[in-house]
């Protein structure tokens, strides 16, 4: 594929194809991207002690009172680190949803598979995997914040209809 793509460039300029199914234009990247990170948790470690009792906490800031989930170690608002870890209400309203069709690589495993955006009932909004029919789904609609095990096997949380 590569010698294709290269002789598209030295013809159009671009590394553009047409896709043999919709006939639409697309960008063919010659770059490989592989990635391997580490990423410390250590300020935010109760975050995942909560998951594995099935909790989902997030962090109050003590001055200014906002609520952050994903959980924060200083307050984003007011600057201020006097945060206290609390437990979010598992319950909400969706607000979007998409299914993921093209994945990255470290997806590949996965079917394509729906996202979606909640507003928990205490306020922050949350992504999330969606665990249920996407034709269903629809703004508005109640929806809970569950934890599961991954097929990676570590534990994460996802949003299903209540």
């Not at 994945?103 to 205490?122: E, Q």
């Not at 703004?139 to 299903?160: D, S, T, W």
């Amino acid at each position: 594929m590569k010698e294709e793509i290269k002789k598209v460039i030295e013809e159009t300029g671009f590394p553009i194809v047409q896709d043999e199914k919709s006939g639409a234009a697309q960008w063919v990247d010659m770059r490989e991207l592989r990635l391997s990170y580490i990423i410390s948790v250590e300020n935010i470690k109760p975050f995942y002690e909560g998951l594995k009792e099935g909790k989902l906490l997030g962090t109050k800031c003590k001055k200014c009172g906002r609520l952050f989930f994903p959980p924060q170690k200083d307050c984003p608002s007011c600057f201020d680190s006097d945060i206290e870890w609390v437990e979010l209400k598992n319950e909400g309203t969706l607000e979007t949803m998409t299914v993921v069709f093209v994945r990255p690589p470290s997806f590949g495993m996965y079917d394509p598979y729906p996202v979606a955006i909640a507003k928990l009932d205490d306020g922050p909004k949350i992504l999330a995997w969606y665990k249920g029919d996407p034709q269903q789904a629809k703004p508005g609609m109640r929806v809970k914040v569950q934890v599961c095990k991954r097929k990676e096997g570590y534990v994460m949380y996802e949003i299903a209809p209540a």
